[in-house]
Nanobody
């Protein structure tokens, strides 16, 4: 079992930055591929960034590529999402998720259906 707790959301002006953290508990957390998703009101949950279990590979949605960075600290059981140059359209609830399907592989899952563990979410609001 993996339990995930996100933090770091808040209200920020356009052009600003936030860093989200996702702390995991569970013996085998280090082997899971991790992802960040977001869901805006009235919209589907969408993938924004993913990272392999070693942290050696990352992947980003086109909408955030070049602005955001996903990383993980295996020793601290934590995954981060550094969000720079925030835009009003980035406003959403952000979730981190763990994928057992990519456990101990170099793969990144892009579909929410491939993630079995989810955090409770943290709200990010970007004002114009």
């Amino acid at each position: 079992q993996v339990q995930l707790v996100e933090s770091g959301g808040g209200l920020v002006q356009a052009g600003g930055s936030l860093r989200l953290s996702c702390v995991a508990s569970g013996r085998t957390f280090s082997g899971y591929g991790m992802g960040w998703f977001r869901q805006a009101p009235g919209k589907e949950r969408e993938f924004v960034a993913g990272i392999t279990w070693t942290g050696g590979r990352t992947y980003y949605a086109d909408s955030v590529k070049g602005r955001w960075t996903v990383s993980r600290d295996i020793a601290a059981n934590t995954v981060y999402l550094q969000m720079n140059s925030l835009k009003p359209e980035d406003t959403a609830v952000y979730y981190c998720a763990a994928s057992a399907r990519t456990m101990f592989t170099g793969m990144i899952a892009y579909s929410s259906a491939q993630y079995g563990y989810w955090g409770q979410g943290t709200q990010v609001t970007v004002s114009s």
